[in-house]
């Protein structure tokens, strides 16, 4: 009993040092570009608002990163959803309603196809993701190889649409009161983390999830179903990808074939820096939006700047990911010596 | 059919057949697919092409087979490190300018320091995997993600052109020589790198300098996988995987010569790959056996 007190410390360490990290850079933006607006409430919710798509591919990726496995098809899945949104409301003159249902449809069955190949052709999960990257990064190509740019009007106003806030607004210099706002796309992300939240942590299937990335032999003893639930884990980040794509294009309102190229690993290097262990068993989707937020700091920190050139996010990013990596591993080995 | 099963037993019996449909499906595609001639003094031909072309996936295939079969995990830096490579090995060459039509500094040094930076890569790497434990695809995650910004930091974004015929050499074919220099390279790293397997488990990086590595260290796992080497790390063959890059590239060229654009060949390699990945799992004979049998009990109830 106490060793499993001791081992929750150690995971909810790193979830501590992850938030802590957000709240310290986060503070650093605010000393030191406090005059160009840094410290206001709608910057805080830029945060949100730009990255909507990546905190709900971050949850769907830990869910599978959890299980063990990893997907790094979603940065192309995106590609493809915001392509056949752009191409089928555009070119095939499909409504806003339906375009948004078909595609999620198809990122379910995304996930199942992977699933079924992951868990019951046991192929490794890298392989077939990235079979799955190439395929829709290659689809988005076939379907159409311009840029295509949605003018579908429900489409936008669902983009446009501002929801004002009642807290935290500022008057301007001209007296006026400027409240602070959100597109329904943040909201959309925030339901989806709490819902995988309490998934994760109440429900047969989220404890599932977490004994089979433990340990998938004692999870097959204790009579858990390991193939179906590991179907299940990719046909749910399956429909998240595709979700999360929807939010993407809400922000791009544009079908690109060069579009969200590298998604997958800032969805990675979210997940690992909010605490989730690659080797499965490990995981909190609360982290990964720390994680999602820390990346978004960084991109404002650029911007804000202004002369740096956009690599330093990678570059930082990278640096930060082996700091946690390493931090992981220390841990690992200290939980070693300790059952020694 | 004793023969037959034998000859099915062996472990590059997978990986050279997936080859021989691949060159059938290839001249069906193309008819003119083994066509050699001879273009300004060198070999030409869409054989001579993927040989050529699948130098880069071999050379990285061969060190990709290594890394997994000694430590059971794929290294998915390794374009992001050919990358920084060719980055160094041009910047230094061209003296930190952006077109050269003269070296700036010398080629060879230029090329020992590209080569140099790659190790350190593969230091950085290995270190990572063995001293700390960490798992490979993790580990080499770090790199994956800034490579190709430090790279692009190296060269300022720009894309820096060495401009001397000399240089090329590496990339094209030596004056004289009718077959493709990179042939050589690549006969000469797979040699070396069996020859040094014997002796030790050594993880070898290295790059061509004319290309910057995009999507190639998918290739170079595909090449492995398609070996008929188990990602799962332990027994491995390199000759497998000098196949395997060749299957790949040979989908490719016969892609291109049925004229695919470039951008929607993907669709095409992720179905092939699947495919066979699929067909090499053992899972599916076992399920195909249980059908067959299940199918078999009912007939036989049928029956009674």
């Known amino acids: 009993m106490k060793k499993e007190g001791r081992k929750l410390d150690g995971n909810s360490f790193l979830l501590v040092i992850t938030i802590a990290l957000f709240v310290i850079l986060y503070l650093v933006g605010i000393g030191m570009f406090k005059n160009q607006g840094f410290a206001k409430t709608q910057n805080f919710l830029n945060l949100f608002i730009s990255n909507a798509g990546l905190i709900v591919i971050a949850v769907g990726m830990t869910i599978v990163m959890i299980t063990g496995g990893i997907d790094i098809s979603v940065g192309s899945v995106v590609a493809m959803v915001c392509m056949i949104l752009a191409w089928t409301m555009e070119k095939a003159g499909w409504g806003a309603i339906q375009t948004s249902a078909f595609v999620l449809c198809i990122g379910l069955v995304f996930g199942?196809?992977?699933?079924?190949?992951?868990?019951?052709?046991?192929?490794?999960?890298?392989?077939?993701?990235?079979?799955?990257?190439?395929?829709?990064?290659?689809?988005?190509?076939?379907?159409?190889?311009?840029?295509?740019?949605?003018?579908?009007?429900?489409?936008?106003?669902?983009?446009?649409?501002?929801?004002?806030?009642?807290?935290?607004?500022?008057?301007?210099?001209?007296?006026?009161?400027?409240?602070?706002?959100?597109?329904?796309?943040?909201?959309?992300?925030?339901?989806?983390?709490?819902?995988?939240?309490?998934?994760?942590?109440?429900?047969?299937?989220?404890?599932?999830?977490?004994?089979?990335?433990?340990?998938?032999?004692?999870?097959?003893?204790?009579?858990?179903?390991?193939?179906?639930?590991?179907?299940?884990?990719?046909?749910?980040?399956?429909?998240?990808?595709?979700?999360?794509?929807?939010?993407?294009?809400?922000?791009?309102?544009?079908?690109?074939?060069?579009?969200?190229?590298?998604?997958?690993?800032?969805?990675?290097?979210?997940?690992?820096?909010g605490g989730t262990l690659l080797t499965g068993g490990v995981g909190n989707v609360i982290g990964s939006l720390f994680g999602v937020l820390i990346k978004g700091t960084i991109e404002a920190f650029i911007t804000f700047q202004g002369t740096l050139s956009s690599w330093w996010t990678r570059i930082t990013i990278a640096a930060m990911l082996c700091f946690f990596i390493i931090l992981q591993s220390i841990f690992a080995a200290a939980k070693e010596k300790r059952k020694k | 059919m004793e023969k037959i099963k034998k000859l099915t037993a062996q472990r590059l019996f997978m990986p050279i057949f997936c080859l021989v449909i691949m060159l059938i499906a290839a001249v069906i595609a193309s008819p003119d697919f083994f066509k050699i001639g001879v273009q300004n003094g060198v070999l030409y031909g869409r054989i001579i092409d993927v040989i050529n072309r699948g130098s880069e996936v071999v050379i990285l295939a061969v060190g990709m087979t290594l890394v997994v079969a000694a430590s059971a995990g794929t290294d998915i830096s390794v374009g992001a490190v050919m990358a920084v490579v060719a980055a160094v090995t041009c910047a230094f060459t061209a003296g930190g300018q952006q077109s050269v039509n003269e070296y700036i500094n010398s080629p060879i040094l230029g090329a020992l320091l590209g080569i140099l930076v790659g190790v350190l890569c593969g230091c950085f790497n290995g270190f990572l995997v063995a001293r700390l434990k960490i798992q490979p695809m993790v580990a080499t995650l770090i790199l994956f993600t800034a490579g190709r910004g430090i790279a692009q930091l190296l060269t300022n974004g720009q894309i820096t052109y060495v401009r001397v015929d000399s240089f090329k050499m590496l990339g094209a074919s030596i004056p004289g020589v009718p077959i493709p220099t990179a042939i050589f390279v690549t006969v000469l790293v797979v040699v070396l790198t069996a020859v040094l397997i014997k002796k030790t488990a050594l993880g070898i990086y290295s790059a061509d300098a004319n290309n910057i590595g995009l999507n190639l260290e998918l290739d170079a796992i595909l090449a492995v996988a398609l070996g008929g080497n188990s990602l799962a790390g332990g027994k491995f063959s390199l000759l497998g995987a000098v196949i395997g890059a060749y299957t790949i590239q040979t989908l490719t060229t016969t892609l291109y010569a049925v004229s695919v654009s470039s951008d929607q060949i993907p669709v095409y390699k992720a179905i092939v790959v699947i495919i066979i990945v699929s067909l090499q799992s053992p899972e599916l004979g076992r399920m195909i056996h249980r059908m067959k049998a299940k199918v078999s009990a009912s007939a036989g109830k049928g029956a009674a």
């Open chain 1, 112 to 273: 199942l196809v992977q699933g079924w190949l992951v868990a019951y052709l046991k192929i490794q999960p890298f392989i077939v993701t990235l079979a799955g990257m190439f395929f829709a990064r290659g689809m988005t190509a076939v379907i159409s190889k311009e840029m295509i740019s949605i003018k579908n009007e429900t489409f936008l106003s669902w983009a446009q649409c501002k929801i004002y806030l009642p807290f935290g607004g500022y008057t301007n210099k001209k007296g006026m009161l400027i409240k602070p706002y959100i597109y329904p796309s943040v909201i959309i992300a925030i339901v989806v983390l709490i819902v995988i939240f309490i998934v994760l942590k109440y429900t047969k299937f989220g404890r599932s999830i977490y004994a089979i990335g433990g340990n998938e032999q004692s999870a097959l003893m204790m009579g858990l179903n390991v193939k179906r639930t590991k179907l299940k884990a990719y046909v749910l980040e399956g429909f998240l990808a595709s979700l999360g794509g929807l939010l993407f294009c809400l922000n791009t309102c544009s079908g690109f074939v060069e579009q969200a190229k590298g998604l997958e690993m800032d969805a990675i290097a979210s997940s690992v820096i």
